[in-house]
């Protein structure tokens, strides 16, 4: 991926961060996530004091630390850390205000400070090996997503291999397929995809099958019309966090700043290695995000201006 194609993909998944939230931009699955330890780390977010919840979605990773995506918090644009993430689901749910943001040193990977300890009986664990195969869950928040706001849906996806789109130099994307018909759409940036019970990434880009075929096909790219075309994003790239593991750790425990350290990962063994051979073109990929990011920020717009 080039320069240019990296910072025109950041730009655009920034303004789909805070662009106002509509139904195909949220996670959309026949599943709301059961009341259990895993289910209730993962957090809606309100970016600034003039955002909504809804904006991103995190992970809790220590009582007062929030994991999510870097391009979620860049999208403020130089402004104060503020807003708040929401903990709890349905009517039990609590809101604690942000007071500091921290972006790593390489991947969309950021963490959010709160104001104050946000009170559960467990936290998430960051994986400390990125696994590009296998089965694993998928969470996200939006007040008009599955769950309206109110219930957290959740989807099982499958680790179908790497993706070479990624932001800000980071390492080879996941890229996972969500089952049985969920999605997950702009609304979910920065939430967690959990392998064997760890985080093992933070949502990036969804990419869309359709709007990427209907460009190749009219080789102007164009974009499919319906709504129904857009809900059919079934794939999504997530940055690892494996490879910021060491950062994120030092960074909660108050021993560096988000600029000065480069974690390291490893490659599961229990994971299939995915052959180079197999993989896609890092400037195919690259055009496959960007079509998909393009085609969604697009349609935002269109409903708001309506």
Request: charged letters at 20%; hydrophobic letters at 35%.
């Given at each position: 991926?080039?320069?240019?194609?990296?910072?025109?993909?950041?730009?655009?998944?920034?303004l789909?961060?805070?662009a106002?939230?509509?139904?195909a931009?949220?996670?959309?699955?026949?599943h709301?996530?059961?009341?259990?330890?895993e289910?209730?780390?993962?957090?809606?977010?309100?970016?600034?004091?003039?955002g909504?919840f809804?904006?991103?979605?995190?992970?809790?990773?220590?009582?007062?630390?929030?994991l999510t995506?870097?391009?979620?918090v860049e999208a403020?644009?130089?402004?104060?850390?503020?807003?708040?993430v929401r903990v709890?689901?349905?009517?039990?749910?609590?809101?604690?205000?942000?007071d500091r943001w921290?972006?790593?040193?390489?991947?969309?990977v950021a963490?959010?400070?709160?104001?104050e300890?946000m009170g559960?009986?467990?936290?998430?664990?960051?994986?400390d090996?990125?696994?590009?195969?296998?089965q694993?869950?998928?969470?996200?928040w939006?007040?008009?997503?599955?769950?309206?706001g109110?219930?957290?849906?959740?989807?099982n996806?499958?680790?179908?291999g790497?993706?070479?789109?990624n932001?800000?130099?980071?390492t080879?994307?996941?890229k996972?397929?969500?089952?049985?018909g969920?999605a997950?759409?702009?609304g979910?940036?920065?939430?967690?995809?959990?392998?064997?019970?760890?985080v093992?990434?933070?949502?990036?880009a969804s990419?869309n099958?359709?709007?990427?075929a209907a460009?190749?096909k009219s080789g102007?790219?164009?974009l499919?019309d319906?709504?129904v075309?857009v809900k059919?994003?079934?794939?999504a790239?997530?940055?690892?966090?494996?490879?910021?593991k060491?950062?994120?750790?030092?960074?909660?425990?108050g021993?560096e700043?988000?600029?000065t350290?480069?974690g390291?990962s490893?490659?599961a063994?229990?994971?299939?290695?995915?052959?180079?051979?197999?993989l896609?073109g890092?400037?195919v990929v690259?055009?496959?995000g960007?079509?998909?990011?393009?085609g969604l920020?697009?349609?935002?717009?269109?409903?708001?201006a309506q």
């Amino acid at each position: 991926m080039t320069r240019t194609r990296t910072m025109t993909a950041t730009a655009l998944l920034a303004l789909l961060a805070l662009a106002p939230v509509s139904s195909a931009q949220a996670l959309e699955s026949p599943h709301m996530a059961p009341d259990n330890a895993e289910s209730a780390t993962v957090v809606s977010e309100k970016i600034t004091d003039k955002g909504q919840f809804g904006d991103c979605t995190g992970t809790a990773i220590a009582p007062q630390w929030v994991l999510t995506a870097r391009h979620c918090v860049e999208a403020a644009e130089g402004a104060k850390a503020s807003g708040a993430v929401r903990v709890g689901n349905g009517d039990n749910t609590r809101e604690i205000p942000i007071d500091r943001w921290e972006v790593a040193p390489g991947g969309d990977v950021a963490l959010m400070h709160t104001t104050e300890d946000m009170g559960l009986s467990h936290y998430a664990e960051i994986d400390d090996q990125a696994c590009y195969s296998g089965q694993a869950t998928a969470y996200g928040w939006s007040p008009s997503g599955s769950g309206k706001g109110k219930q957290l849906p959740v989807a099982n996806a499958t680790i179908t291999g790497k993706s070479q789109y990624n932001l800000y130099e980071g390492t080879p994307g996941i890229k996972a397929q969500m089952e049985e018909g969920a999605a997950i759409q702009g609304g979910d940036s920065g939430g967690p995809l959990f392998y064997e019970g760890k985080v093992t990434g933070v949502v990036t880009a969804s990419i869309n099958p359709v709007a990427d075929a209907a460009a190749g096909k009219s080789g102007d790219g164009a974009l499919p019309d319906s709504d129904v075309d857009v809900k059919q994003t079934r794939d999504a790239v997530y940055s690892p966090v494996a490879d910021q593991k060491e950062w994120i750790t030092k960074t909660i425990s108050g021993q560096e700043s988000a600029s000065t350290a480069q974690g390291s990962s490893s490659e599961a063994s229990s994971c299939t290695s995915i052959s180079p051979a197999v993989l896609i073109g890092g400037a195919v990929v690259a055009g496959l995000g960007g079509a998909a990011v393009t085609g969604l920020f697009l349609r935002r717009g269109q409903r708001a201006a309506q």
